[in-house]
């Protein structure tokens, strides 16, 4: 069954770069969720998006923004890049008919030097 | 206050021995589901299991269940002959009815270790 893909799956920027991760929901699947998880950490959640609406905000900086095009894909807009944004970033999707389906891609391995 | 307690940050045990992850939740909403994920040292997050609040009946995966005691606002998890591969973090996590109009993210435990042992 196909997954969540997400690109690119390793990326390395210096401090002030900017970085965009992007997201493809599984087929069919309308909502799409941002987390953050920092080292040794637990996954923080940061943003969902329905049918290209923000729908649940949670602890995403306001150097981050994201969105959700037509095609239900997504993308993560991270600028003015900290040593303390290096982190694994998941995108995870599901129906929001279904909500009690949260499907997890496999990761972006930001590393910010 | 925490809004997911996983008391277990590690455990070992013995291959073939049953397992019980320990997560307790702290709400005030009537609608809510409970989640576990485990994630290998690999880095992927594995959906294991879903419990509604209004499920009467306890979740069931193949080897996974979930012990959902309501009262006492539980959600163990429970693997029935723990294999070498069960090895790896795993997270309890909680999504509340919020602003999200049924996208909202998930809340985690800060998960627990479990080493499985030969």
């Known amino acids: 069954a196909a997954g969540v893909i997400q690109s690119p799956r390793h990326l390395i920027k210096e401090k002030r770069e900017t970085a965009t991760l992007k997201c493809y929901p599984i087929p069919r699947h309308d909502t799409v969720y941002w987390y953050q998880q920092g080292p040794g950490q637990d996954p923080q959640f940061l943003i969902s998006?329905?049918?290209?609406?923000?729908?649940d905000k949670g602890s995403i900086p306001d150097r981050f923004s994201a969105q959700q095009f037509s095609d239900y894909h997504s993308e993560l807009n991270m600028s003015s890049l900290e040593l303390g944004d290096s982190a694994l970033y998941f995108c995870?999707?599901?129906?929001?008919?279904?909500?009690?389906?949260?499907?997890f891609g496999p990761g972006t391995r930001l590393t910010v030097l | 206050a925490q809004k997911i307690t996983q008391t277990q940050p590690g455990m070992f045990v013995q291959e073939k021995e049953a397992v019980t992850l320990d997560c307790t939740y702290d709400?005030?909403?009537?609608?809510?589901?409970l989640f576990w994920y485990k994630q290998p040292s690999s880095g992927e997050m594995i959906f294991l299991i879903y419990q509604g609040s209004y499920d009467e009946q306890n979740a069931t995966e193949g080897r996974y269940s979930l012990n959902f005691q309501k009262a006492r606002k539980s959600a163990n998890l429970v693997i029935s002959a723990s294999q070498l591969g069960d090895s790896a973090m795993y997270f309890c996590a909680m999504r509340e009815r919020g602003e999200g109009g049924g996208a909202d993210g998930l809340t985690f435990g800060k998960g627990t270790h479990l080493i499985i042992q030969p």
């Open positions: 998006f329905y049918e290209k609406m923000q729908s």
């Open positions: 709400t005030s909403d009537q609608s809510y589901g």
């Open positions: 995870a999707s599901s129906l929001r008919l279904a909500p009690n389906e949260q499907f």
